[in-house]
């Protein structure tokens, strides 16, 4: 029996035919017979999308089944040189027409009005932009503060014209990318001071509102953001500027994001990958506790199955050494020997504060810093009863020894591993020193109390000797 497709049913398909991938022609002057590049934004980094090939005439089509992600986009030259920015977002068939002499007016949209909003946004924001750039110029020559005065009452008004555009465009079309993109980067305003508590400028309650209406006008679901190349400075911002950087304080913060992100895919990605490579070799001591923490609640649950197989074990490796050696966690006990072969394990070392200090003799980076660690030790660690243990990570035996006699290393607790423990270990599947210390590099210095508890690490010599002093002052004071 012969079947008929009724004709709504063709029309239905037909739509949904061409509603599928993406079809963005394209009319660039003055390429011809070469190959151009679609590329995008992610995060800081930048990446190509596509190609498509310019005929004689200079037209070409950039084509594909599969739709692109929304964001900002931009048109690459064959020298692979950044032409002019185009907007993505759920319509993605229409059709640019460039002159690439005459940017960003030479520049013609057809069947994308958000594209031709926000080339008329790029026109009218750089013929500003340059008349408060010339007008700021004048501020060199101001004689006196009316001088300044009036080049200021000159400038804010321009400015209040971008807002004031950017507002129009945010209430015309309130749904689209480009509303998005102006939402996102406005800054929150403070209150004037007659509106603080107690009608005077407060700092507290400035940072806290700041901080507070950071993330209003941004939706962690929307993953077009993660395509722009200004979301992670202002990601990268409120964590650097606003966040107390101990591990507890990130972690909320990180956290929270992370939830919120949860039903995007893209965006829950995008800030995981953020963090991790952020906080796997963190910028503040301490702050290795923040990495655990996204290793054991996400990668380690099943979360993160976008990482490669490769950087998985990866990041296990380093988690596991991290969590041996967090601050405030009581140290592992080495098992070493002095010289002569003697066991001397770091918990026979009873001190008020110990250092502990990973090296080795053949080291450049440690033939300079242990001597100074010995000054350090000789000139005042020693009177305020700090301990040092010694361990020797690599250089053989015999350069180890004459290196202390030739540098005087007296005082020390000098110790090395011998090749039968770290065999034992090895065929045990017990943990190394070195992971269970993180020793990846050397020299590597940390300071414990006199309970072994991890106090301080991988500091330079003077800043450790800063934290003994504080400990050492807070401790008399006490």
Known sequence: MKRIVPAFLLLLCSIIGRAQGYSIGISLKPFQSTYIYLGYYYGDKKAIADSAKLDALGAGTFTGKTPLAGG???????????????????????????????????????NSIENTLFKDYTVFAAKTGGIISRTN?????????????????????????????????????????????????????????????????????AYNYYKSHYWDDISFTDSRLVRTPFFESKLEKYMTNLVIPNPDSVIKEVDYMLLMARSSKEMFQYLLVHFVQKYINPQYMGQDAVFVHLFEKYVNTGQAEFFTAQYKEFMTKRAYSMMANLIGRPAADLDMVDSTNKPLTLYQIKAELTVVCFWDPTCGHCKETVPRVDSFYKAKWKNQGVAL???????????????????KL??????????????????AGRPSYRQLYDVYQTPMLYLLDKDKRIIAKKLTVEQLNEVIDMKLKNKKSN
């Open 72 to 110: 900002i986009y931009f048109v690459v030259s064959p020298k692979k040189e950044i032409l002019f920015e185009v907007l993505i977002d759920k319509n993605q068939r229409f059709t640019i027409k460039a002159d690439t002499s005459n940017i960003p007016n030479g520049i013609q949209f057809t």
């Open 137 to 205: 110029a004048e501020y060199q020559y101001a004689r006196n503060a009316k001088d300044s005065a009036a080049i200021t009452a000159r400038i804010k008004p321009l400015g209040n014209q971008l807002q004031h555009y950017r507002d129009s465009i945010i209430t015309k079309y309130p749904g689209s990318l480009l509303a998005a993109l102006f939402k996102a980067m406005q800054e929150p305003v403070v209150p004037p001071a007659s509106k603080h508590p107690g009608g005077k400028y407060d700092s507290n309650y």
């Open 389 to 407: 243990y010694g361990v020797m990570v690599d250089g053989g035996k015999e350069n180890w020894v004459n290196f202390i006699k030739e540098k």
């Open 410 to 427: 007296d005082g020390w607790n000098h110790v090395y591993q011998l090749a039968s423990v770290t065999d034992a270990d090895n065929a």
